[in-house]
């Protein structure tokens, strides 16, 4: 029993650092957040208002647009992301050492840059007068688009950022993932006579399950809290066609000061988040390993 107890103790030794990081810099600001939103609080401020600053978000129209813009990207970004890179990695599996390795490097380049200066490149594909995409578009006849200044175009606009710089490390997950699936099962398949397309619904998608789990719910947190791109191509605009509600939470913050406000907002988010990542290792859950 000593040895177990021994055995244990030094276990935890060796992650407390790790423990204490965690639960000073995750844990205490999360319940920090839960009791600051039950007040009025900012700058020089502290007024107790209980559940007031989750009724007034859920008056608020700006606060119930940036839900729906949040909810948009999510829908926008994560079934495209994880069908691209399935795809992308079951072309690439079959390449060459060479090709392969310059797929990889390409698709996660964007992984390893900064946010910043994705966001200003794209900044200048999608400006109006000399951007890159209005030059494509004018190719097949088509006049020039206000990709960043109209409130019906300036959210899937952004969407198509987001899954440009998402999709890198879903790639390299799935073909690590491709690699582990033994050759013996599309063997047995073959000599069953069962097509590729078969072999693909039957045999590649079941296994990537897992996989297709941590992509799903790692690209749905992302997408919940996009904030960058915001920021930087549109500032919520234009009309609030692009407030997320991470970026709300900012202004609300940072440039009105109303930090109880802000608070309620990032509670809300955490919830949804843990809702949506309840429900997907609910359905996504699987017993596969190999």
């Known amino acids: 029993m000593s040895s177990r107890v021994l055995k244990e103790f030094w276990g935890y030794f060796f992650i407390a650092p790790f423990l204490l990081v965690f639960l000073l810099f995750e844990v205490y600001p999360f319940f920090d957040a839960i009791y600051l939103s039950l007040f009025d609080y900012g700058v020089g401020r502290k007024e107790w208002v209980g559940l007031g600053n989750y009724a007034s978000l859920f008056q608020d129209d ?145 296994l990537l399950k897992p996989t297709t789990l941590y992509v799903i719910v790692t690209s749905t947190i992302g997408a919940f809290q996009t904030f960058v791109v915001v920021q930087l191509l549109t500032g919520g605009g234009p009309n609030y066609a692009t407030t997320t509600v991470m970026y709300l939470l900012y202004e609300t913050a940072f440039k009105y000061g109303k930090l109880g406000m802000a608070c309620a907002m990032g509670v809300i988010l955490a919830v949804l988040i843990s809702v949506f990542s309840v429900i997907q290792f609910k359905f996504f859950k699987t017993d596969v390993e190999y």
């Open 62 to 206: 700006v606060f119930l647009r940036a839900m729906l813009n949040t909810f948009l990207f999510v829908i926008g970004v994560v079934p495209i992301a994880v069908v691209f890179s399935i795809v992308v990695a079951s072309l690439v599996i079959h390449k060459s050492a060479g090709a392969a390795s310059f797929f990889r490097a390409s698709f996660y380049l964007p992984i390893v840059t900064s946010q910043v200066l994705l966001s200003i490149t794209w900044l200048w594909i999608y400006n109006p007068v000399s951007g890159i995409a209005n030059y494509a578009m004018s190719l097949f006849g088509a006049g020039p688009v206000m990709w960043l200044s109209d409130s019906s175009v300036a959210l899937p606009a952004l969407i198509v950022v987001v899954i440009t710089w998402v999709v890198g490390q879903p790639i390299i997950l799935y073909l690590a993932a491709l690699g582990n699936i033994p050759a013996s099962f599309y063997e047995a398949s073959s000599i069953d006579g069962a097509s590729p397309w078969r072999q693909f619904w039957n045999i590649t998608l079941p």
